[in-house]
């Protein structure tokens, strides 16, 4: 059973009545936190801390114990999921993630099948396990994956993109053959996120990172209704609890309700929504997550407490919320304004509940 001492994050995306409003951050363990940098370096690589349980564990804890954040977030990346099937994921210095052999011809996409996680992913539920062991029921634990689109843009375009000119000819001239990698990817994904909830995930978080780059009938078509089958095959309990479901596609407010549709218990906002407004488009339907734009970091402790509690007060009274950031957080962020954000959402959050 759930004996968790800060259960309020859980509580918030089950809209539950809280004390306050949890905060936790995307991206909280990462460079602009020194320790972190000197764990990787330990590490070698990125990939070789990813595939490390101890050093995955040892940064995931980091960012707790600093802050006062309500909940942690596996440290991992979206793109272990395609490397596990073989794409040959690597690194270049200065130039983000790219693949050996990405999707381009129609032979390999044919070919492309699921990973078994408890095989090919099984360093990432062992570094589950373990963070879970080290919280010690202090804080939830987020378990995540990339959506089969976000997912589908680097194993197509082979990294990042500008334009996602290979991707989106490939969905207008040959749809049939990104249907089919979705697919893969759903099943992929599906099956990770569940294996990630046995091995003590306490929630589960999609990011659809570039869901918002597609027009209202193709994100339709070609992102929402495969995230709707993994929240349809997503387990709802373990171990007694409840795992709620985030699904966050960023640049994704115009379709809140059609996201709110699709089963999720809270749907994560960018910046470029406004919170209030968005409670009101989903009727109590869901919890919100969000939306503070990242850049606010670089500010003045003052203005981090202006703004987030701005955001707080358009969210207005009652639960339902889980703070954080509209997007990752930048890597020259000085982990001083941190503390200043977090101890600003704890501090008003709770006046507001008294008031």
């Known amino acids: ?14 809209r539950q009545p809280t004390d306050y409003t949890p905060i936790w951050l995307m991206r909280q363990a990462g460079r602009y ?3 972190y940098c000197q764990t990787r370096r330990r590490a070698g690589s990125f990939m070789d801390l990813c595939r490390n349980p101890h050093l995955a564990c040892e940064v995931t804890l980091q960012p707790l ?19 596990a099937m073989g794409l040959g994921l690597y690194f270049a210095e200065g130039e983000g993630p790219k693949f050996e ?10 070919n492309l099948a699921a990973p078994d996680p408890g095989v090919e992913l099984r360093y990432v539920l062992d570094a589950v396990a373990e963070i879970r062991r080290a919280l010690n029921g202090s804080v939830p634990l987020i378990g995540f994956s990339g959506s089969p689109f976000t997912l589908a843009c680097y194993m197509i ?16 001239d040959r749809p049939d053959l990104l249907h089919h990698v979705l697919d893969v990817n759903t099943k992929a994904v599906t099956a990770y996120l ?27 078509e070609f992102s929402l209704a495969y995230m709707r ?31 709110a549709a699709i089963g999720c218990d809270a749907v994560g906002l960018d910046w ?14 869901v919890a919100l997550q969000g939306n503070l734009d990242p850049s606010i970091l670089f500010a003045q402790p003052e203005k981090i407490a202006q703004e987030a509690h701005a955001i707080l007060d358009a969210f207005g009274p009652g639960s339902g919320h889980v703070f954080n950031l509209g997007h990752g957080i930048s890597q020259f962020t000085p982990p001083e304004h941190v503390t200043a954000l977090v101890d600003a959402v704890h501090t008003h959050s709770r006046k507001q509940r008294q008031a």
């Open 272 to 285: 470029t929504a406004d919170i209030g407004a968005a409670r009101e488009r989903v009727g109590g339907k």
């Open 229 to 259: 089958r993994i929240v349809a095959g997503l387990k709802r309990e373990h171990d007694g609890a409840r795992i709620p479901r985030i699904v966050f596609t960023k640049g994704g407010g115009q379709w809140l309700e059609e996201i």
């Open 1 to 14: 059973m759930n004996t968790l001492k800060n259960d309020t994050f859980l509580r918030a995306l089950l």
């Open 33 to 35: 936190l020194p320790e």
């Open 194 to 220: 569940n294996a990630q909830i046995e091995a003590g995930a306490q929630a589960v978080m999609i990011f659809d990172t570039w869901g918002g780059v597609l027009s209202r009938r193709a994100y339709g």
């Open 101 to 110: 052999r990405p999707l381009r011809e129609e032979w390999a996409i044919r």
């Open 65 to 83: 114990a600093r802050y006062d954040l309500d909940a942690a977030i596996l440290f991992s990346d979206i793109l272990t999921v395609p490397d």
């Open 157 to 172: 375009e082979g990294g990042a993109s500008d334009d996602f000119r290979t991707i989106k000819t490939m969905l207008y």
